[in-house]
Nanobody, 115 residues
């Protein structure tokens, strides 16, 4: 089993920054990909950013140039640096880690951006 622990959410004013962290522990073999998703009230969960081994990355158009995903392989941790936050970034953010081709999800961390 793999456990994920997220941290870093909170309340911030528009234009501010937050950094999310998600650490994986347990029976970790090969981490194929690490990603952040978000789900706003009344909306479907959407991919925000993903980082593969390499490390190649991909971002949703809505966050390009503002968010940066990174990973620390030694710590089995993925980060999401969020800058220039907007009220529409308000959501619960979930990390997803694919270990040995199996997906695992974090518990979610709330991000609220006030205008």
């Amino acid at each position: 089993q793999v456990q994920l622990v997220e941290s870093g959410g909170g309340l911030v004013q528009a234009g501010g920054s937050l950094r999310l962290s998600c650490g994986a522990s347990g029976s970790i073999g090969s981490i194929n990909a690490m990603a952040w998703y978000r789900q706003a009230p009344g909306k479907q969960r959407e991919l925000v950013a993903v980082v593969w081994g390499g490390p190649s990355t991909n971002y949703a158009d809505s966050v390009k140039g503002r968010f940066t995903i990174s990973r620390d392989n030694a710590k089995n941790t993925v980060y999401l640096q969020m800058n220039s936050l907007k009220p529409e970034d308000t959501a619960v953010y979930y990390c997803k880690v694919v270990v040995d081709s199996r997906p695992y999800w974090g518990q979610g961390t709330q991000v609220i951006v006030s205008s």
